[in-house]
């Protein structure tokens, strides 16, 4: 069955450009050129395997687009943005995109994310569809242990995804805790900006290093006491970021 796309993009050489390229590679592709089209669209189409969605649109948002379709559906939503301030509002204020490129950006680029956001939602619904499946009356089996990490006023919770700092609830988005995730399983481990990729998006780097430095930012500023001081996630020079030493 062919995936289908829901492209929202005002500009109409870009769309054209991006709806071409993409059923080349075998998609099926909506369009919408302005905010209100795009939730017309969302709402009264058949259910689209991922949307890319341009924040800068006229007569509505892309972020109030990306609100409605995070109302109801957990479709991956991949932010395609010149702007780095608005990448930072989608990305950080909870509104639920998965994931963004920098205009101008590389068709080759973009085929490739769209293709691993498709396959991660993909298989984040097959486990817990096994999940579901493989549940058994209660009191037969023994719960495992949740797991749980603490580093120093951090206490994260593996497998509730869940963050507390000095006790207080920290709300993060899937991409952030998984980067936190990566640095308190992993004390002493450098990673350079090319492996975090890798092992978060769990797709090829291209080198675009916006994607880490946003995420990173909005991250310690969540969890830091002093972002530009930062001692849960440090920064070496030239390398890459490590744990900071923490009891």
């Known amino acids: 069955m062919q995936q289908r796309v829901l492209l929202i993009e005002d500009d109409e050489a870009i769309s054209e450009m991006v709806s071409s390229y993409l059923t080349r590679e075998g998609y099926i592709v909506d369009t919408a050129y302005d905010g209100e089209a795009a939730v017309s669209r969302f709402l009264g189409s058949p259910a689209y395997d991922l949307v890319l969605l341009d924040l800068m649109l006229p007569k509505r948002s892309g972020t109030d687009v990306l609100q409605i379709i995070r109302g109801g559906s957990l479709v991956p939503v991949l932010i395609m943005s010149a702007k780095d301030s608005d990448v930072d509002k989608a990305l950080g204020l909870g509104f639920g995109a998965d994931d963004y490129i920098t205009k101008p950006f590389s068709m080759i680029e973009l085929a490739a994310r769209v293709k691993a956001a498709i396959r991660r939602a993909g298989y984040a619904a097959a486990g817990s569809q096994a999940a579901v499946g493989s549940l058994t009356p209660p009191g037969t089996e023994p719960q495992p242990e949740p797991k749980i990490i603490t580093r120093g006023g951090l206490t ?18 899937a991409k ?21 990729y890798s092992l978060v998006w769990e797709e090829d780097y291209f080198g675009d290093e916006n994607v880490i430095n946003v995420h990173m930012r909005r991250l310690r500023e969540k969890i830091e006491e002093d972002p530009s001081h930062p001692v849960y996630i440090r920064t070496l020079w030239g390398i890459g970021y490590k744990l900071g030493d923490l009891p």
């Not at 507390?164 to 993060?172: A, D, S």
């Not at 450098?190 to 975090?196: C, D, E, L, S």
């Open 176 to 196: 952030e805790f998984h980067i936190l995730k990566l640095f308190v399983s992993n004390p002493g481990r450098v990673f350079t900006k090319a492996q975090i």
């Open 156 to 173: 994260v919770d593996l497998d509730n995804f869940a963050v507390l700092k000095n006790g207080e609830n920290v709300k993060l988005t």
